[in-house]
Antibody, heavy 119, light 108 residues
Framework: VQLLESGGGLVQPGGSTRLSCDSS????????MNWFRQAPGKGLEWISY????????YYADSVKGRFTISRDNAKGSLFLQMDNVRADDTAVYFC?????????????WGQGTLVAVSS | EIVLTQSPATLSLSPGDRATLSCRAT??????LAWYQHKPGQAPRLLIY???KRATGIPARFSGSGSGTDFTLTISGLEAEDFAVYYC??????????FGGGTKVEIK
């Protein structure tokens, strides 16, 4: 199982960027996925969830209305569209696979991609 | 929101020592708690889920206990690769997951 994030970089406040998470080694459609982030010097924060079919989606209040999670099961890819970004969105963003049950934790994570919001 | 408080913030120990990490929740989360290990620049690693179940491939020196609001992660016999930051995560209010602030286990 591998997860590889991409798409991070420097973004201006109010701007947009799209993160990708490419998967391999497992049947992607069978697993729900999450995005998490870690701001500099801070702990981990959950930001969004999507079910295997993409029908069920949830967001943390901190990103609701600005970020959009989606997935392409044919390509085994997960996405995070980030719009109207703010300085406090600066963080390393991780994608993670939810294990078989909601209580089972996220059993595989990517190494993360850095998004820096600055003018 | 369920807030998790981890203690201590830093644990200074030597290889071979026993590490005891605590995590306290502001609400009863039954056993819906997970523990993760995180090293700089690496992917977080799931250690424990459902408070006491070891994830696949996790060595037996890692054990979790607790229920309700008080939880413990124990590492019996620290090895060099165990020095890292450890986070607890509540899943009682899934999908609105929250993490504790972390405990850094450093070499004394």
């Amino acid at each position: 199982v591998q997860l590889l994030e991409s798409g991070g970089g420097l973004v201006q406040p109010g701007g947009s960027t799209r993160l990708s998470c490419d998967s391999s080694g497992f049947n992607f459609i069978s697993y729900s996925m999450n995005w998490f982030r870690q701001a500099p010097g801070k702990g981990l924060e959950w930001i969004s969830y999507i079910s295997g079919t993409g029908v069920t989606i949830y967001y943390a209040d901190s990103v609701k209305g600005r970020f959009t999670i989606s997935r392409d099961n044919a390509k085994g890819s997960l996405f995070l569209q980030m719009d109207n970004v703010r300085a406090d969105d600066t963080a390393v963003y991780f994608c993670a696979r939810l294990s078989g049950t909601y209580s089972g934790g996220e059993d595989y994570w990517g190494q993360g991609t850095l998004v820096a919001v600055s003018s | 929101e369920i807030v998790l408080t981890q203690s201590p913030a830093t644990l200074s120990l030597s290889p071979g020592d026993r590490a005891t990490l605590s995590c306290r929740a502001t609400q009863n989360i039954r056993t819906f708690l997970a523990w993760y290990q995180h090293k700089p620049g690496q992917a977080p690693r799931l250690l424990i889920y459902d408070a006491s179940k070891r994830a696949t491939g996790i060595p037996a020196r890692f054990s979790g206990s607790g229920s309700g609001t008080d939880f413990t992660l124990t590492i019996s016999g620290l090895e060099a690769e165990d020095f890292a930051v450890y986070y607890c995560q509540q899943r009682g209010n899934w999908p609105w997951l929250t993490f504790g602030g972390g405990t850094k286990v450093e070499i004394k």
